[in-house]
């Protein structure tokens, strides 16, 4: 049987490792911005916020344009504007949305890939086959 010193101990131990998961659940989400500066390109901006992205770098263009349409110019050569802060898009959002699960080409049985089986196929069709020692 514990003691119940031990008991409030565990307890508090539990208390003071939830803390900061309970701390997270209750926050509300908070959106990411940043501010343009005067120099700054799209790429430049992506590269700040988004680091380490495996997303291909105009997925995430779209994105920010997407999210951000205020920031950009009218014109054709569609630039930011210096001083607009941006909303960067939320990165984990990006990733379910595109980095969709599924089976890889080649993975299932029924596909093997290009060229022919040896199994599809009878011995009069392999009989001029070129044969290696």
Not at 19 to 48: M, R
Not at 55 to 65: C, G, H, K, S, T
Request: aromatic letters at 6%.
């Amino acid at each position: 049987m514990t003691t119940p010193i031990t008991s409030v101990r565990a307890w508090a131990l539990c208390l003071v490792l939830a803390a900061p998961a309970l701390a997270l659940a209750a926050s509300p989400s908070v959106h990411n911005t940043y501010k343009v500066e005067a120099g700054d390109t799209l790429d430049k901006v992506i590269k700040k916020t988004m680091p380490d992205s495996p997303l291909r770098v105009d997925i995430l263009r779209n994105a920010f344009v997407q999210q951000n349409p205020q920031a950009f110019t009218k014109s054709p050569p569609r630039s930011l504007m210096a001083g607009v802060v941006l909303n960067v898009p939320n990165h984990d959002d990006l990733l379910r949305s595109h980095m969709v699960p599924g089976p890889a080409a080649g993975s299932s049985g029924m596909h093997r890939g290009g060229g022919y089986s040896t199994a599809d196929m009878n011995m009069s069709e392999r009989k001029n086959w070129v044969r290696f020692p």
